[in-house]
């Protein structure tokens, strides 16, 4: 026992210093493997390109040597055409509706024929919808709508082009949004295909890593003014969408308040989209991408790293706190 104490006491002392060599050489390490992929003689397919963070992203890329295969909804508009204008030569415009079967397909059969030689290094699942409005305001193919484009649009492309990806052992990226975990108020035709497109992308990362392939998950915050990706709608819009009952249950006030206030929080989000493209470069190019990039200013950034693990209770008291969701309590129907 006295030798077991003794020896505990040399232990203990040891290992505060031998903990600081670890760290260091733990750093040295991580430092010396730490950079960026070249992207000369890879290949990259960006789905969604015809404007906002794809748009921005497949001129990133192709700035830093890959070839981008940027997949647009309309290849003759104006953003597509842009992309061929403002682009080198490696700039490739594909027809892609990431909702249909036969574009997917057509797409893959296209990279798979032009790709360079040292093949498919990673593909963006960037391409998406948004819109708002209460449950009982949407339909079930409201539902369907939102996952068939941000949900089985991501996955259909993934399955497509995974055998590509995989013999490169290259990257697959999602964008989500912070709407996959916070069960914000008016966002649930969103928030259900953002937190499936979430489970999906964290299965396959589990998956793949047995064939080195790194997945990496985008959630940006209030992007809504830098992108053209949130709908714009008037209360007239929302309101002659509804049936008699729900007129009975939601007033016109309460659906003018409603419009106004998530008017008003979309002109208080971010302006510049600079800060999801900086992420979507790095989960591409770097040498240790990260599993999830959280995108929010610093103030709110501790709020919803905790938000996640805070038991029902307390995330729903969050919205309490709301000046439009107590007003939204004395507005509405109640018997």
Request: proline share 3%.
């Amino acid at each position: 026992m006295i030798n077991f104490i003794l020896l505990a006491g040399h232990f203990t002392s040891f290992v505060p210093i031998s903990a600081v060599l670890l760290y260091v050489l733990v750093k040295l390490v991580s430092s010396c493997r730490r950079g960026q992929v070249d992207g000369r003689g890879y290949a990259v397919l960006v789905t969604g390109c015809d404007s906002g963070f794809g748009h921005r992203l497949a001129l990133g890329l192709d700035r830093r040597g890959f070839v981008v295969f940027a997949g647009c909804l309309s290849p003759e508009g104006v953003g597509a055409q842009s992309l061929a204008r403002d682009g080198s030569s490696r700039m490739k415009l594909l027809k892609l509706d990431v909702t249909k079967d036969q574009d997917v397909q057509q797409a893959q059969k296209t990279v798979r024929k032009n790709l360079p030689e040292k093949g498919l290094w990673a593909v963006v699942n960037n391409a998406g919808i948004s819109d708002w409005a209460e449950i009982e305001w949407s339909t079930t193919e409201d539902f369907r709508h939102m996952a068939e484009v941000n949900l089985f649009g991501s996955i259909r492309t993934a399955v497509a082009f995974l055998p590509l990806v995989r013999a490169c052992r290259g990257r697959m990226v999602f964008v989500s949004s912070i709407f996959a975990f916070f069960n914000c108020l008016n966002m649930g035709a969103y928030s259900v295909s953002k937190r499936g497109l979430e489970a999906f992308a964290d299965c396959l990362r589990v998956e793949m890593a047995s064939f080195g392939v790194k997945v990496s998950i985008i959630q940006p915050g209030n992007f809504a003014g830098a992108t053209n990706i949130q709908k714009i709608k008037t209360s007239s819009d929302i309101w002659e969408k509804l049936d008699d009952d729900k007129k009975l249950m939601f007033n016109r006030r309460y659906v003018e308040l409603a419009n106004d206030y998530f008017l008003s929080m979309c002109r208080t989000g971010f302006r510049s989209p600079d800060l999801v493209v900086d992420a979507l470069l790095h989960s591409v190019t770097s040498t240790q991408p990260k599993s999830r990039y959280l995108l929010v200013s610093a103030l709110d950034k501790f709020f919803f790293k905790l938000f996640p693990f805070l038991p029902a209770v307390l995330t729903d008291a969050v919205f309490s706190f709301s000046a439009m969701y107590a007003r939204r309590g004395n507005m509405l129907y109640a018997k």
